[in-house]
């Protein structure tokens, strides 16, 4: 049977596109492909010395995509447009789950060990690097609440109106937000700096909330997974929870300078961090006894370094985590 998960991305993309049409298939599947092209996007020999050609730094090289194929850079530009059109809105903060509003807007959740760079992430996704839209923190465990941040779509419709009695800014922030837009859910830290029982809530909500279409677990790409990563991450495998691992700071491991690698060390920095994926994945197979292997896509980022000098572009990464939240969502069409 055909596996589709070995075959490169673009002979992926043109099969998935004539499925409708046996005959297109069996013609594209047998045609006379060198070995080598085939399997272009496979994971190289572990040798350095073995690849002939450079690796330079695209959606498809930076993240490890196992199960979705990267975005285009169509896709990529709608995703920065979708999060950053119109300002970020503080819809609720809840001290645990029973304090969830009521709401009809697709959720995504964002967590991680503290001080992993999850507020700093969000800034970046937010498109608000400069106004810190999410507290920053040096000290671990500065996020105390679930806050839930609306973004996309029409924004925030109307004009203010005037505050009943016992209503919140929060209350009347959710009569506002439009249509066409999700909730991002800024999750506490778990791990040293946290407080246990922040824990009991956030899985209350992981498991729990009806809106709730994908977690993003970070982990620092420089220190790898750590026990409560793994704790976790088996713990959402194991309830059926869909979630991606996003590892952040990863220019620690390809930018570790001021000045930018040349473009062999970045090659040679780009296999490193495949392999680290793929490292990730072994722990976490290893982790869940009676459990099939993982094949599941991990992403890659940094909320500090752009892929140019100036600091034009977007933060490495990003929009492809910014494409990841809309498609769970439903918004990608």
Known sequence: MLNLFLIPTALRRLILSHQSSPTAIRRLTTAAVH???????????????????????????????????????????????????????????????????????????????????????????????????????????????????????????????????????????WKRFGRGGLIVVDMPGYGGGSREEWGVEALKYLENRKQLRRTFVLVDAEHGLKQSDISLLVHLRKHGIS???????????????????????????????????????????????????????????SAEKTLDQRGKNSRIGINEIRWSAMSACGLEG
């Open 35 to 173: 070995h080598d092209a085939l399997f272009a996007d496979v994971d190289p020999p572990t040798s350095k010395a073995t690849s002939t050609e450079l690796l330079t730094l695209t959606s498809s090289t930076l993240n490890s995509y196992h199960v979705s194929t990267p975005p285009e850079t169509a896709e990529l530009k709608k995703a920065a447009l979708f999060f950053s059109r119109v300002p970020p809105t503080l819809l609720f903060s809840a001290p645990n789950f029973r304090h969830f509003p009521q709401s009809h807007f697709p959720e995504v959740a964002f967590l991680g060990r503290s001080n992993v760079g999850k507020s700093s992430l969000l800034n970046a996704l937010f498109g608000r690097t400069s106004q810190k839209v999410a507290h920053v923190s040096k000290r671990p465990g500065r996020t105390k609440t679930m806050n839930g941040f609306g973004v996309g779509g029409e924004g925030m419709t109307g004009a203010k109106g005037k505050k009943k009695e016992g209503e919140t800014k929060n209350d009347e922030a």
């Open 243 to 301: 979630h991606q691992i996003v590892l952040s700071k990863v220019d620690k491991l390809l930018y570790p300078h001021t000045k930018p690698p040349g473009p062999q060390a970045l090659h040679n920095r780009l296999l490193n961090l495949r392999e680290l994926c793929g490292n990730i994945r072994h722990t976490l197979n290893e982790a869940v006894e009676g459990g099939r292997d993982t094949m599941d896509d991990i992403l890659c980022c």
